[in-house]
């Protein structure tokens, strides 16, 4: 009470020391004010309090519960409290009774609940995996160091967490990666007793341990993930026979009658599609298909300037319906390009013109 403290409650922290002594069967010492923390520590292990960093009334308990003094408390600032009496808030519950405490005092009548960790974790904020070797009391840290050789298990295991956390787009999934997604899910449609591994986002994250891992050796920074050849990786699900079968099946490119060997544009969900500069496809009479025949591509059918002009799943009917049309228009616009009055003879070409046969 001379402290400042109230005067009921300093009552009944010396009614709780006075039961704990005669349980204890240590002897009353007049003016010793040291044994009351070890004696709330005993009864209150998981209530050993912590100043946290930069703080002044916030505390880490060593059950892991966060906790706080009111500001005008004369315990305030106290590095090492015990705590009596918490509020039910779960988030800073508030200390309504508490005693000071010491690490000495801690390692003195405790020494045996101080557990030695060797520990490798995921450190979000650094976006690294961490090692080190503490000293630990419940959920507060006493001492803690470096750890110089983690097992590279361990480190793995960690970075695996970590790229669960941040999720997918932390690896080096470029245009060739999602592709490969597309054409695989499009495969698994047309053969769905193939056995292809299933690409979808939410599959990688759950199995990341199974085709990832093998991978993460020397790796513990999201920064380094970069390196990683995804693309490969991905295709490393596959047998050697479904890559050639969907090589030859779902093909990255489409070689058009002009020669051009094109890109084709898979999405998930949708058909494939065929961008291309409408000459390039003179001669040809049906809708270019993989699949072995058996998907027609969406052809997106683009003027000189790379500008669509139609997009059709239909050739045939764009060359007899609509093409007199925008032979018309391309005609005014580009005069200097080839457009003839019959595109199904003509010869096919990526230049303004076709080259002069000799």
Known sequence: ANAGGDPGACSQIGRAVGQFRRLAGVARQVGSQGAVGPLLAAAFPDRVALLRDGQ????????????????????????????????????DARIH????????????????????????????????VMADKREQFGAITLTLQPLGSPDPEAVRSAMLTGIINMGLTVLNFNRECHTLQARVELMAKIDAAGGWPDLQDKTL????????????????????????????????????????????????????????????????????????????????????????????????????????????????????QTWPEVRKEMQGRYPKHYWPQDPWSAQATSRSKPRTKK
């Open 56 to 91: 002044h009334n916030r505390y880490l308990l060593s059950g892991g519960q966060g906790s706080r003094l009111p500001a005008n408390d004369p315990l305030t600032s106290s590095q090492w409290l015990v705590v009596a009496q918490l509020g039910a808030d779960k988030v």
């Open 97 to 128: 009774l508490a005693a000071k405490f010491s690490e000495a005092e801690l390692r003195e009548h405790f020494s045996e609940q101080v557990l030695q960790k060797s520990m490798v974790y995921w450190h979000p904020r650094q976006s690294r």
């Open 205 to 320: 994250l759950a199995t990341l341990e199974h085709w990832l891992g093998p991978y993460l050796d020397g790796i513990s920074k999201s920064g380094q993930l970069q390196q990683l050849d995804m693309a490969n990786i991905l295709k490393n699900q596959f047998s050697w026979s479904q890559l050639q079968q969907l090589e030859r099946e779902v093909p990255t490119h489409y070689k058009v009658p002009s020669g051009s060997n094109i890109r084709l544009q898979y999405g998930l969900a949708q058909p494939p599609i065929l961008a291309v500069k409408v000459q390039e496809l003179f001669g040809l009479t049906q809708t270019p298909t993989i699949c072995l025949g058996r998907l027609p591509l969406t052809l997106h059918l683009l003027s000189p300037a790379q500008r669509p002009l139609q997009v059709t799943s239909d050739l045939k009917n764009f060359w007899q």
